[in-house]
């Protein structure tokens, strides 16, 4: 016996050999950036080698991995001996291969049996590049100038992006060029040999500096992976001038006049020009032009900087009374261009001086300059003017703010006459007018600007009382909300402001503010727990005293596809459901429910049959949920079926669930008879003319007795309303102590039960189903049979289908205060919802208002 089984092994053994000769090697792949211990293949399984040989001797083969001095290819792959491949390690594409090649890896296992090998396997592993890795700029922005002389066409390159990643695919980039709104830049993209992007800016048309002088570009660079990935480089573009502005003079022509013995210490005038163009191209230098005589130029001097003219020496008595200038003005460019304007001097020769003024301020500026504050009260001293002349003198101001007043002779103080304001002027200018009593008598008036100082004393103000922003929900904490913007038009640290959230009932708020008045996330938001934001934000300056202001902040977090939809019903999985089958039922069986947290377009749900329909017997309203015969129903289609269904929401990406409805299906054509309950538990048997018989009967006589009691009631009615002279609709009145059963259309189902045993049919609860989303039993209204509508009130209603009765009519049991009515209703069987396994609990009869009756959940 051993000897057969050597053989048999032996045998085996070469088939072993025979067959691996002739199999191919094994390819598998894996995606990169896996956890180390993926699953990556069996070896053992896949290239059946254990298939031919003896299950006794399927110990004694085992599997390992041949280690290769050059490679790290060992490091990578785990071989365990059944022949299972795993990774050691993440594997990085980028690290492993080289760009834009395909990537793999080789694995050298051996099959052995005890101390021999059965044969060496190559396993090729392709390591597949996954879009890990956004496209690069080296820099993330960079600066570049054109001239004002540059034409259309000129170009300037730019460094590309780099993507890391080595499939073709994923590493393929595309550029695009953003904010460019006037369409002055175009983008240029070529390739070089290596693959690699040459790209540019390309201007379309001149610039004008003096129209805008900068411009800020993107320039978008896209791989081709699934979902594409992207970087943006920002371009700051600046615009070099050139000399094509000349400067040009306030005037053509200065006429001024002076007399002899004019003070030095004074320009007689003092020229301006302006030049458009900025740098050197913009600073303007004065000379005398060569038209200028030099008997002029003796007595007067030029700032070239500034454009002062000065008197260098007193003019000789009798000379000649006007002496022309002729001023050139010079720009810094290459080449410069200039201007020139004419300065008429007329001298006077009397020897009669105007008043000289000189006056005094209390408080400076740091700046040197003089300086009131804006809390300066009404009457305060704040200068003290000296007038210097020959003859008696007499000095006035005309200003709102300041006033004159007398000290001494040729002495006098400026005083405050009405309070000044910075923040609606921060400086004054204001003329002293001083006149001798000479003969001619001359006048002085001497201009003075004096600055105003800051107190605190604005509270800082927001743009508008309510901030309302929008943003996402599921967003990276610090994501951007919106910016609240407060001004406070005081200096210094009085209009410095500082920002606060403040939150209405103390909790936490997720949101910060920056001291900019930047909102942004403290966390990731949740919609579906907190869709509203409601807060405060705090400003106050850092003046003394610290002033404040608050407005109010609503932030909306907008809905995103976070929540799938699930079955309310059925409401287990699987969920077991009995439907008895009438040759006289309609189509629907039941209504499916679904809820969504969701809202909007996210929470628009569709339902599907997936499977186990293939008698094609069954379809489901996509919208509504109802589940309904598909065709005709025969009596072999009974038995039982596993439906298998869907609910999709309408988001992106498209979310769903799925439940399974275990139907056992009863098919009959034959006429089944109702049981009557009694208060006797009488299980007698009624024939259903009969049943029919006294159901009309009961209906006619209720009629007629709700009619009659109805007549009655208006009619006292009206002749209370008569004598009190009040009008009240006794029609659909509540009355505490009663209930209200309605049934809102006839298409609506009733409840059903269905007994086994007629003496159960007291203690047992009324089974109810799910109905249509429009099926709401509603108080007040009249009850709706297929052809009469009759109110009841009641206090305990019993709604029971009994067993044995016919299946065309249900007989409903209500229980009034002092009397019972049975009514026998045409029964719409197809359109009820039958008894299941899991049943819902409810209601026939609504106390006041109240509704126990469950609907669908609003579509969107």
């Not at 980039?173 to 983008?187: A, G, P, R, S, V």
């Not at 094509?244 to 004019?262: A, E, R, W």
Request: aromatic letters at 8%; proline letters at 4%.
């Amino acid at each position: 016996m051993s000897i057969c089984e050597n053989m048999l092994t032996e045998v085996s053994l070469l088939l072993l050999i025979l067959e691996t000769s002739l199999c191919a090697d094994r390819v598998y792949r894996i995606d990169e950036e896996n956890d180390p211990g993926t699953f990556v293949g069996d070896i053992a399984a896949d290239t059946k080698l254990l298939g031919i040989i003896s299950p006794k001797d399927d110990s004694n083969i085992w599997f390992s991995q041949l280690h290769q001095e050059n490679t790290n290819t060992s490091k990578l792959f785990n071989v365990t001996k059944t022949g299972k491949l795993y990774t050691a390690q993440r594997l990085d594409a980028e690290t492993l291969c080289k760009y834009n090649v395909e990537c793999f890896k080789m694995v050298d296992v051996a099959v052995q049996q005890k101390k021999y090998f059965i044969k060496i396997l190559e396993v090729k592993i392709i390591i597949e590049d996954i879009n890990d890795n956004k496209p690069e700029f080296r820099n993330k922005e960079i600066e570049l100038e054109f001239y004002e002389t540059d034409g259309k066409g000129t170009k300037k390159s730019i460094p590309n992006a780099i993507d890391k990643d080595v499939g073709i695919q994923n590493s393929q980039i595309t550029y695009l060029l953003k904010n460019n709104n006037d369409d002055l830049f175009t983008l240029s993209v070529s390739k070089n040999m290596d693959g690699t992007s040459k790209i540019g800016i390309i201007l379309q048309e001149k610039l004008d500096r003096e129209v805008q002088d900068s411009y800020q570009l993107q320039v978008i660079a896209k791989d081709g992976g699934h979902p594409p990935r992207e970087g943006v480089l920002n371009l700051q573009i600046s615009v070099r001038d050139e000399n094509d502005n000349s400067p040009v003079f306030s005037q053509n022509i200065y006429n001024v006049s002076i007399k002899n013995g004019y003070q030095r210490s004074t320009p007689i005038v003092t020229l301006t020009t302006t030049d458009l163009d900025a740098g050197e191209n913009g600073k303007v230098m004065y000379k005398f032009s060569p038209k200028t005589s030099e008997s002029a130029r003796a007595y007067f001097k030029l700032n070239e900087s500034t454009g002062e003219i000065w008197v260098v020496q007193k003019f000789p008595t009798g000379s000649k009374k006007v002496y022309k200038l002729f001023v050139k003005a010079k720009d810094g460019g290459n080449p410069s261009l200039g201007s020139v304007a004419l300065v008429l001097v007329n001298i006077n020769n009397q020897e009669n001086n105007p008043p000289d003024i000189d006056m005094n301020f209390i408080a400076k500026s740091p700046e040197n300059l003089p300086s009131i504050s804006e809390g300066v009260k009404v009457g305060n001293f704040i200068a003290y003017v000296k007038v210097t002349d020959d003859n008696e003198v007499s000095c006035y101001i005309n200003h709102d703010h300041f006033q004159l007043q007398a000290l001494a002779r040729k002495k006098y103080k400026v005083v405050i006459k009405k309070t000044v304001d910075r923040e609606v002027e921060n400086h004054i200018d204001f003329t002293i007018t001083c006149e001798d009593k000479g003969s001619p008598p001359l006048k002085t008036e001497k201009r003075f600007s004096v600055q105003v100082s800051d107190v605190n004393d604005v509270q800082p103000t927001f743009t508008k009382d309510t901030f309302e922003f929008l943003t996402y929900e599921n967003e990276n904490r610090n994501f951007p909300v919106g910016f609240i913007n407060a001004t406070d038009p005081d200096l210094g640290s009085g209009g410095e402001l500082s920002y606060f959230l403040i939150s209405r009932d103390g909790s936490v708020l997720p949101f910060k503010i920056s001291h900019l008045g930047f909102i942004s996330t403290t966390q990731s938001l949740d919609r579906e727990q907190h869709d509203i934001y409601r807060f405060k934000v705090l400003v106050k300056d850092n003046g003394t005293p610290s002033l404040n202001n608050t407005a109010n902040v609503v932030v909306e977090v907008m809905d995103k596809n976070d929540n799938t939809p699930y079955f309310t019903f059925p409401s287990v999985n699987p969920f077991n459901l009995d439907f008895h089958h009438h040759p006289q039922s309609k189509s629907d069986i039941t209504t499916l429910r679904a809820s969504d947290r969701d809202k909007h377009v996210n929470a628009f749900l569709r339902y599907e049959i997936l499977g186990g329909n293939d008698k094609q017997l069954f379809k489901v309203n996509h919208y509504t949920g109802v589940l309904s015969f598909s065709r005709t129903v025969y009596q072999n289609d009974a038995g039982s079926y596993n439906l298998k269904l869907a609910v999709k929401d309408n988001g992106t990406p498209v979310l769903s669930a799925t439940t399974t409805l275990s139907l056992t299906l009863t098919v009959s054509n034959t006429t089944a008879k109702m049981y009557i309950s009694e208060d006797t538990e009488s299980d007698n048997r009624i024939h259903i003319n009969l049943m029919i018989i006294i159901v009309v009967a009961a209906v006619i006589v209720s009629v007629a007795i709700v009619v009659s009691v109805i007549v009655c009631v208006v009619h006292k009615r009206n002749q209370k309303e008569n004598h009190y002279g009040a009008t009240q609709d006794f029609v659909g009145e509540r009355r505490p102590s009663g209930y209200v059963c309605e049934q809102d259309s006839p298409k609506y189902d009733v409840p059903v039960a269905i007994l086994s045993d007629p003496k159960q049919i007291r203690n047992s609860k009324t089974a109810l189903f799910r109905r249509d989303p429009h099926s709401i039993y509603k108080p007040g209204q009249s009850w709706k049979g297929s052809s009469l509508g009759v109110q009841l009130q009641c206090i305990t209603p019993e709604l029971h289908q009994i067993q044995g009765n016919p299946p065309d009519f249900s007989v409903t049991r209500v229980i009034g205060k002092d009397q019972q009515h049975m009514v026998m209703s045409p029964d719409r069987f197809s359109e009820m919802s039958t008894m299941s396994s899991v049943t819902d609990s409810g209601h026939g009869c609504s106390e006041a208002s109240t509704a126990h009756y469950e609907t669908l959940p609003a579509r969107i």
